[in-house]
């Protein structure tokens, strides 16, 4: 039977969750009222318990050495709102600002169509490589904000279909977002709430990512192979062609955002050597982004994407209220019961049901949920946690390219495509992409099982 106090925890989770994919109401509105009704209603008069409200909101953070420095033996920490995912990612978002007004995104597209030619085979084939490399670093959502407008443009130019490329795009860069601990919002949680680096994240999840892409190139070259066969590029589209150099809004500006993100870059590959933590790491790029932009940096401080650094903390704070209650645990204990203790089992329940859950809903909230179900379920059954979480984040960032709704990067690609009057429906966008992500999931468990239960 469950206690009073569990009942509400899961009340009030369900609901928010049904909210957020009814899409009725903004989702971080939704979170932040589900917090507020965790700590009055279950932290509050459920539990009494004014240190479960203290270790949601986690503030006593800020003061420990670990946020800044990371120390090597350091225990996981999933409990409450994790300042280290909000601030990485705010960080993240003003340089990637400063980096758009600059025109790198713009430059770096036309660069590479130039270089192959615009010759549409080579074309998809080099904007699904950038699309994967850049979602690596950069958080999807935005690598497909810049790359699908482009692509929108030099189909335009080109007098090509823009939907065979839009949607490969996407695809990769939920792909390329799985393969580091920065690149997709799911990642950025495991990693900073196990304290997994950068290098483990490249060492395990990045490996099957990279071997995936190679299959993934050639499914989507099979795909639209006829489609990429009739289209002709003219020389009087080519010669119509802008340069790249024409497209940078300032050389200056262009240099400075290029040497913070090549900076940002190396920070988080070495951060594990450095023992800088990502929030840490966020907190320099930020301000180098701010101090170097002048006149602009108030421009850049407000086109921060504020909403989705609220969704998260309202997100955090739900979720601790399911683990402070044990609802969590007793979740652990059923996977535990249900794969009979079997390593393999256990993979394949988590890759597939985080997968399939992710199709359907925001991968983002089914990430923090599953966290400290993994941790328990290592603690109780002895297997060990990297293996789980590997499997978690390949089953939430690939399973979300399944259906135009299954990640922010997919709804946004394909409003852009919409809104410049390209048409993606539903069976449009799942008759490729869910073969794809079944593909994808299949490489995924087998290599795990292969490499790490066998």
């Known amino acids: 039977m469950l206690t009073i106090e569990q009942i509400m925890a ?173 690149g997709d919002p799911p990642n950025i949680i495991i990693g900073t709430s196990l304290h997994y680096s950068f290098k483990d994240f490249i060492q395990n999840t990045g490996i099957i990512a ?15 192979r006829k489609e990429l ?16 150099y024409e497209v940078i809004h300032s050389t200056k500006e262009f240099v400075i955002s290029s040497a913070i993100f090549f900076l940002a870059v190396v920070l988080l590959v070495t951060h594990e050597r450095t023992g800088l933590t990502v929030g840490f790491i966020g907190i320099i790029i930020a301000l180098l982004t701010l101090v170097t932009s002048g006149k602009n940096a108030v421009e850049l401080v407000k086109e921060v994407d504020y909403k989705t650094l609220v969704f998260f903390m309202g997100l955090f704070v739900v979720v601790s209220g399911l683990e402070e209650t044990g609802v969590l645990k007793l979740l652990a ?43 328990s379920l290592s603690a109780t ?13 390949l089953g939430t960032d690939v399973g979300g390219s399944a259906t135009p709704i299954g990640a922010s990067a997919n709804v946004v690609g394909t409003s852009v495509a919409i809104k410049n009057g390209y048409i993606i429906t539903w069976g449009k966008y799942c008759k490729t992409s869910i073969p794809a992500t079944i593909i994808v999931m299949v490489i995924s468990m087998l290599m795990i099982i292969v490499r790490y239960c066998l």
């Open 210 to 224: 990279i071997i995936s892409l190679a299959v993934i190139v050639i499914y989507f070259l099979m795909v639209y």
């Open 333 to 375: 204990q059923h996977i535990e019961k249900l794969s009979g203790g079997n390593v393999i089992i256990m993979v394949a329940i988590i890759i597939w049901v985080s997968g399939i859950a992710s199709a359907v809903v925001d991968n983002i909230p089914f990430a923090a949920t599953m966290i400290p179900v993994i941790s």
């Open 10 to 182: 899961l009340l009030i989770f369900v609901v928010m969750f049904v909210l957020i994919i009814s899409d009725k109401i903004e989702r971080q509105y939704v979170t932040l009222g589900a917090a507020v009704l965790t700590i009055v209603f279950t932290f509050g008069i459920c539990m009494k318990s004014p240190k479960a409200i203290f270790r949601a909101l986690n503030i006593q953070h800020f003061n420990e050495v670990s946020f800044w420095i990371s120390k090597e033996g350091a225990e996981a920490t999933t409990t409450g709102i994790n300042w280290e995912t909000i601030i990485f990612i705010a960080g993240m978002m003003i340089m990637v600002e400063g980096m758009g007004k600059a025109g790198f995104f713009k430059w770096l597209c036309m660069k590479i169509a130039k270089l192959v030619n615009y010759k549409p085979i080579p074309l998809l084939v080099s904007f699904m490589i950038m699309s994967f490399c850049l979602a690596m670093f950069i958080d999807s959502i935005t690598v497909i904000l810049f790359l699908a407008a482009v692509t929108v443009e030099l189909a335009q130019l080109l007098k090509l279909d823009p939907i065979p490329m839009i949607l490969s795009e996407i695809f990769c860069a939920n792909l390329g977002g799985s393969a580091t601990m920065c």
């Open 381 to 393: 059954s002895g297997v060990d946690l990297s293996i789980l979480a590997w499997a978690l984040a």
């Open 229 to 244: 066969i009739q289209e002709k590029v003219t020389d009087e589209d080519i010669k119509a062609m802008p340069e790249p």
